[in-house]
């Protein structure tokens, strides 16, 4: 069965520093991926996604991720976080077979401190 | 551009209850998911219309049942509320299947269903 992986329940970076996000699927072939922003008491908004091509998509708000497919990895950065980046962050995958359900991962809460 | 709409926002019940969530898709969106995402959990799938037909379904019980109406609007009724059914309730719409935009999902702002 699909499964998603983020080892990291929360992750706390200083504002200006750089931020990575670890994701991990396990799928027998290439699924779509995606990564989505939750922030407190809303729904969640699509920052970016990967269909095939280039392995290094770029998304919303500066957030960017590369596929890796020898790893099964697909791992969110930024550069430089802002204060307003503090939210849950969801890696989600979806097979490409038809059928748009989305698999999520438990999610990553990001803290930024000044 | 109207995004994805979801009532009410909260909602208390008591356990053995029926409730009905509704939703309204994005504008030119006519497929329609619904997710459980239970605190500190991801979301997790339930089902999703298209056609006024379920066309998957998760790992939920038939206590959970769905409707698409014309308009492409949803509802999510869950009947027999139990205490492990509250969770916040995502709608999700995407385009008609067949292209890869439409595994691009647009969620609501949710409806947080409580059960005592």
């Known amino acids: 069965a699909q499964s998603v992986t983020q080892p990291d329940i929360h992750i706390t970076v200083s504002e200006g520093a750089s931020l990575e996000l670890r994701c991990n699927y396990s799928?027998?072939?290439?699924?779509?991926l995606f990564w989505y922003v939750q922030s407190p008491g809303q729904g969640l908004q699509l920052l970016l996604k990967y269909f095939s091509g280039d392995t290094l998509v770029q998304g919303i708000k500066g957030f960017e991720a590369e596929f890796k497919r020898s790893q099964s990895s697909f791992n969110l950065r930024k550069p430089s976080v802002h204060w307003s980046d503090a939210a849950e962050y969801f890696c989600a995958v979806a097979p490409n077979t038809g059928f748009q359900k989305l698999v999520f991962g438990t999610g990553t809460r990001l803290l930024v401190s000044p | 551009d109207a995004g994805v709409t979801q009532s009410p926002t909260h909602l208390i019940k008591t356990r053995g209850q029926q409730v009905t969530l509704r939703c309204s898709p994005k504008?030119?969106?006519?497929?329609v998911s619904w997710y459980q995402q239970a605190l500190g959990q991801g979301p997790q799938f339930i089902f999703q219309?298209?056609?006024?037909?379920?066309?998957q379904r998760g790992n939920f019980p038939d206590r959970f049942s769905g409707h698409q109406f014309p308009n492409y609007s949803s509802e999510l009724n869950v009947n027999a509320l139990l205490l492990g059914d509250s969770a916040l309730y995502l709608c999700?719409?995407?385009?008609?299947?067949?292209?890869?935009?439409?595994?691009?999902?647009?969620f609501g702002p949710g409806t947080r269903l409580t059960v005592t």
């Open positions: 219309y298209y056609e006024e037909e379920e066309r």
């Open positions: 799928y027998g072939a290439t699924p779509y």
């Open positions: 999700a719409s995407s385009l008609n299947p067949g292209t890869t935009s439409s595994y691009e999902q647009y």
């Open positions: 504008s030119g969106h006519d497929t």
